[in-house]
């Protein structure tokens, strides 16, 4: 009996094993999540994880609250040197690190929530958002917009880039 039990349960870990990985996936294709900056107990800035720019996504900047005192802002930059690479390029990778690896330019615009002006940044540590006290919108700009040069010869595939940011207390 034990031994037709375990035969049994080989059989089904093979036919397991044999059904494409895509029958098991789940019908959900993206994802978001935010991450919270807490600097100190002055103020919390929120910026997204990460974001699809396949339908013209844009990165907004919000703030949780912000108790820094009058006179006094808390500004967002985007770190040009752990960002940009050759003179001040953004690129978006498909297979980074691989032998197969293929590279995009991207061009990254700033400008403010809702409105049609979008202005191109690259090479530098440029501000993207600037919170005054009591403010939990964004004073200046708050908004990225991502816009990749894609020709007829870019390679199909799902490709990704990092920005880091900068997010200091000034005043």
């Known amino acids: ?7 049994i349960l080989l059989a089904a870990a093979l036919v397991c094993g044999m059904m ?14 935010v991450v ?13 994880s990460s974001i699809s720019i396949n339908n013209g996504g844009t990165v907004t900047f919000s703030a949780e609250k ?21 003179g001040g390029n953004f690129y978006l990778y498909n297979n980074k ?19 049609i002006t979008w202005e191109p940044i690259n090479g530098l540590s440029t501000l993207v958002a600037s919170f005054e006290d009591g403010n939990t919108s964004p004073k200046a700009y708050g908004a990225l917009k991502f816009n990749p040069e894609v ?21």
């Open 151 to 171: 020709t007829s010869d870019t390679p199909y595939g799902t490709y990704t880039g990092t920005i880091y940011f900068k997010i200091e207390l000034v005043g």
């Open 36 to 48: 919270y900056y807490n600097y100190s107990s002055e103020y919390t800035i929120n910026i997204p």
């Open 97 to 115: 690190g691989m032998v197969d690896e293929k590279r995009i330019t991207c061009t990254i615009l700033r400008g403010i929530p809702n409105y």
């Open 20 to 33: 494409p990985m895509e029958a098991l996936a789940t019908s959900q294709t993206s994802g978001s999540m």
């Open 66 to 86: 912000v108790n820094i005192g009058s006179g006094k802002k808390v500004n967002v930059t985007v770190d040009g040197d752990k960002t940009y690479e050759n």
């Open 1 to 7: 009996m034990k031994k037709r039990i375990l035969s």
